[in-house]
């Protein structure tokens, strides 16, 4: 370490001692030592070439990642040697032979997926399209591979302020994208949370600070009403003779402001904010036992709310979360949720699959298997809608599960708010694309019914039904989309062979001689990109075969065989349809500040999440040169950032405005039609609010009324929904 001044030597030094006190039951000392040589080797190196990279960070940013792989994490070995290999590898101080020559197995996997995510983030910062199945390739081959990036990622969020400023927001947006869901499905729950609240951090500075300090502004207030919920029950803990501890948590910022969105509610009506969680020292075979009787003196003491139970102690999660929750009423009528789990539970939750593994044989990583399973199936069918494929992995990354049952009692986990078509997918593809209905603790169901925990189901198949394209809008994971899509492609490459059957024979009983470049020709004339869309297209009657022939015959070259004159027939104005413009929110005003201080230029406001004055937003500069305006929470943002970010530009609204705004919201309340009449009421008599349309729609009591209004900036659209809440029998507005 001489090639460092002192200071750095002893911030090295001491990351290095810390990484080695928490390696300690894990390397040996010739592990220890071949770091040792390996890291000195790339300083030595990267010396020698004078390049910009500075040695001691590559020291430093491994050295963190083994730390937080080890102490974090809790992996072992293979994983902690892999990181340094691999730092060698990428700085060219080892060499691919050497490594297979010199290493185990595991390391080797390891580091070669390392190698193959390294590889796509050197060809381009961002993930996107195919690079995104590829990344997910890597993972799939070693799940450790998966936690050292988690890890590596951690460390770059902890440090992002070190990034130049454009990279930091493609940086965050990859992480709450990616990293954090991830680290949710892996069970490391406390790196998933501190990953969304950085993210948070770097992309809504504001929000992060505005609710930071509110809580620091309650904290008083709360410390004390935890204080007050728990000291009855530590009591009655202690009698009992349990062996616990019992601490309240406050709730992450960025499930804070997830409620704050979900809810539409503001801070200072979020109750929720905080958890109670007991954790017990129990013996294994005593842990459910103990857990279920603490419960009991949890709610003879406090009211529980039994729609609110959560029970992962009987059926853990797949990503091995076992805990007891329960949501109480305590002192002044608030809601409080309670955890229940043991220290073996909390270390798993807190660790995820790194610490289960510690505990090897109390339960079955089957989950988690069936989960690589399914992205590795996903991977083998290669999409032409790269971005589709990335939503289809998304699905079963953050969300709950439900189990149910099959007719022999065999137990089957999918994800919440899974249907009947879901858990045929699930059984059997061929099952899924045969699927007509069910049955659901012997009761007929459609093929749409949403499954709930507990169900008895047995599918209903029928030999000649096939996959519809509905069929998409029914289910909810990505198994069952990732077949149906590919049953769809099958069935249309067949009616493409039809369509272009259909063609050949019609132009040989015209008598008309063509070629292949003639066909492709011909279809890129009437708009396909592919010969195959073309050929669908007439399969499915969406173009007349007299069209096709007469624009062959335009050419000329088939005029001797046939008289355009006499084959020429009229077109039919059966299903002739005309639009009209579709205007858009354009301007070149200057209340928009855009890029570098640039005011006057054009720009149109994005139609998928609609912008208006006063909403944080940034521009996006589109393919023919235009410039989109989107909010930057709008769904299609990190996409855009992630896959196109040169693109972005930052943009902020200036002066005031005199344009109105149509702007979407969706009011949730009790079915009456006095509702309606008062919120169209209320709305009328806003100066700077018009009505542009309103739909309702109710069921079971309750209504759902689709509104669009016209408002001149953010201020007046807050002002309208506190207006519209406060109209009795209104549960809930939310902005569309």
Request: charged share 30%; net charge positive.
């Amino acid at each position: 370490m001489s090639y460092f001044n002192e200071n750095e030597k002893q911030s090295v030094l001491r990351l290095y001692r810390q990484v080695l006190r928490a390696c300690q039951d894990k390397l040996k000392q010739a592990d220890i030592k071949d770091i040792h040589q390996l890291l000195n080797l790339i300083i030595q190196k990267k010396i020698a070439q004078n390049t910009n990279d500075e040695p001691i960070n590559l020291v430093i940013k491994s050295l963190n990642t083994m730390l937080l792989c080890a102490k974090e994490i809790g992996l072992g070995h293979a994983t902690i040697m892999s990181i340094a290999i691999f730092e060698a590898l990428k700085n060219d101080v080892i060499s691919r032979e050497e490594i297979k020559e010199r290493y185990d197995i595991a390391i080797n996997t390891i580091v070669n997926g390392l190698q193959k995510a390294n590889e796509l983030y050197t060809r381009s910062q961002a993930i996107e399209t195919e690079n995104f199945r590829k990344l997910l390739l890597s993972f799939a081959e070693d799940i450790r591979v998966v936690f050292i990036l988690i890890a590596e990622r951690t460390y770059v969020m902890r440090n992002i302020e070190s990034f130049p400023q454009e990279n930091q927001l493609k940086i965050a947006n990859e992480t709450s994208y990616l990293y954090a869901p991830l680290a949710h499905k892996l069970g490391l729950y406390k790196l998933k949370t501190e990953l969304e609240d950085l993210s948070l951090r770097t992309l809504s500075p504001e929000i992060y600070s505005e609710i930071v300090q509110k809580l620091q502004e309650t904290k008083e207030i709360r410390e004390k009403y935890i204080s007050d919920f728990i000291t009855p029950l530590k009591k009655e803990l202690h009698n009992a003779g349990f062996d616990f501890e019992i601490k309240g948590r406050t709730k992450s910022i960025y499930s804070i402001w997830n409620k704050i969105k979900k809810k539409n509610t503001p801070f200072e009506k979020i109750y929720d904010i905080f958890a109670i969680r007991i954790i017990l020292d129990s013996k294994i075979e005593k842990e459910k036992a103990e857990c279920w009787q603490v419960y009991s003196i949890v709610t003879d003491k406090y009211q529980p709310n039994p729609k609110r139970l959560r029970d992962w102690l009987s059926i853990p999660k797949s990503n091995g979360y076992e805990s007891l929750h329960t949501t109480v009423m305590g002192p002044e009528g608030k809601w409080v949720e309670v955890q229940i789990r043991t220290k073996r539970m909390d270390e798993i939750a807190e660790k995820g699959l790194a610490a289960h593994w510690r505990y090897k044989g109390i339960k079955s990583e089957e989950g988690m298997d069936e989960w690589l399973k399914n992205i590795r199936e996903i991977l083998e069918n290669p999409e032409k809608n790269a971005v589709d494929f990335i939503d289809d992995f998304k699905l079963d990354l953050y969300d709950d599960e439900v189990f149910v049952f099959t007719p022999t009692g065999e137990l089957k986990k999918l994800r919440q708010g899974a249907t009947i078509l879901d858990l045929a997918f699930l059984i059997h593809s061929n099952l899924g694309c045969k699927c007509v209905g069910g049955k659901i603790n012997g009761k007929n169901v459609t093929i749409r019914q949403t499954l709930n925990n507990g169900d008895q189901v047995e599918i209903l198949t029928a030999s000649n039904q096939t996959p519809k394209q509905d069929w998409l809008n029914i289910v909810v994971t990505s198994k069952a989309r990732t077949k149906i899509k590919q049953a769809l492609k099958e069935n249309e490459a067949k009616q493409a062979e039809i369509g272009k059957e259909s063609l050949v024979r019609r132009l040989k009983n015209w008598k008309i001689e063509y070629s292949d470049g003639d066909i492709t020709r011909l279809s890129k004339h009437f708009g396909f990109k592919a010969v195959t869309d073309f050929y669908l297209a007439i399969a499915q009657e969406r173009l007349d075969l007299i069209d096709l022939r007469n624009e062959l015959l335009k050419s000329g070259q088939y005029e001797n065989q046939n008289s355009i004159q006499q084959i020429k027939e009229r077109r039919s104005a059966d299903q002739f349809s005309q639009q009209g413009n579709i205007t858009e929110n354009t301007s070149n005003d200057d209340v928009l500040v855009i890029d570098q201080n640039l005011k006057g230029i054009e720009y149109k406001l994005a139609k998928c999440c609609n912008p208006i004055y006063g909403d944080e937003v940034f521009g996006f500069v589109s393919v023919n040169g235009g410039i989109k305006i989107h909010r930057t929470d709008c769904p299609n943002a990190p996409q855009m950032i992630n896959r196109f970010g040169y693109r972005i530009v930052k943009a902020k609204w200036a002066g005031q405005s005199s344009t109105q705004y149509p702007i979407g919201l969706r009011v949730i309340g009790r079915d009456d039609i006095g509702i309606v009449t008062n919120i169209t009421s209320l709305i009328s008599k806003e100066t700077d609010v018009s009505l542009r349309s309103i739909t309702v729609n109710s069921k079971d009591g309750i209504f759902i009324g689709d509104i669009i209004v016209s408002v001149k900036n953010l201020s007046a659209f807050k002002q309208l929904c506190k207006k519209i809440n406060a109209i009795k029998g209104v549960n809930q507005i939310i902005r569309n």
